[in-house]
Every structure is written in C-alpha cells, then in structure tokens.
Nanobody, 115 residues
C-alpha cells in the first residue's frame, strides 16, 4: 500500500523555525515532482514549494527567501526548511508525490505559529 507520511509539524513562536519531512513509499511509478502545499480552513490548498527530479525549485511568493525545499530521490523523501515563521504560515501542510499518472498525498501535519 502506498504511503506518503509527513512529520515535523508543531507549535512555534513567530520568527522561529521548523523542518517538515515527508517520505513516500511503495510507489511503483517514477516520482517526478515532490511538493508541499498548505491549507487553512475555508481556503483552497495552495502550493508552498515544489522540487523536480532535476532539483529545480519553485516557491510561493509568500515564502520565498524564508523556506527551502530539498529532496533525496533515492529515498523518495522531501524536506521543507521553514525559517522566520509568521502567524500567517499557520496551516496544515501536505506533502505530495507526483507521478505521470497521479498525485499521492499525505495526511498533512499541522504548523501553528504564535504571535
């Protein structure tokens, strides 16, 4: 059974840092992109950061310069380094592993930034 599992969420004060990790397992197809999305209640899920197999990255404007994404292709893992966190970064963060045929989503991990 395919698994995409996030970890590392929690509560942090404004200006602090957190690192989110995601591991994808038992996906038969090649994973091309891995990405982090976030969602707050009542709003659409939004892209935070994406990394391709060639290590090309793409960030949302709101996190550029504060967040960094990296991946280990051999281990099918992706890591999101979040610095200078702000209350508006509070959300459930989801990891997605993208193959040519479909996206595999994790269950999400809560990040809460207190002011």
């Amino acid at each position: 059974q395919v698994e995409v599992v996030e970890s590392g969420g929690g509560l942090v004060q404004s200006g602090g840092s957190l690192t989110l990790s995601c591991a994808a397992s038992r996906i038969a197809d090649t994973i091309y992109d891995m990405a982090w999305y976030r969602q707050v209640p009542g709003k659409q899920r939004e892209l935070v950061a994406l990394i391709t197999r060639r290590d090309t990255t793409n960030y949302a404007d709101a996190v550029t310069g504060r967040f960094a994404v990296s991946r280990d292709i051999a281990k099918n893992t992706v890591t999101l380094y979040m610095n200078d966190l702000k209350p508006e970064d509070t959300a459930v963060y989801y990891c997605v592993a993208r193959t040519v045929s479909r996206d595999y989503w994790g269950q999400g991990t809560q990040v809460t930034v207190s002011s």
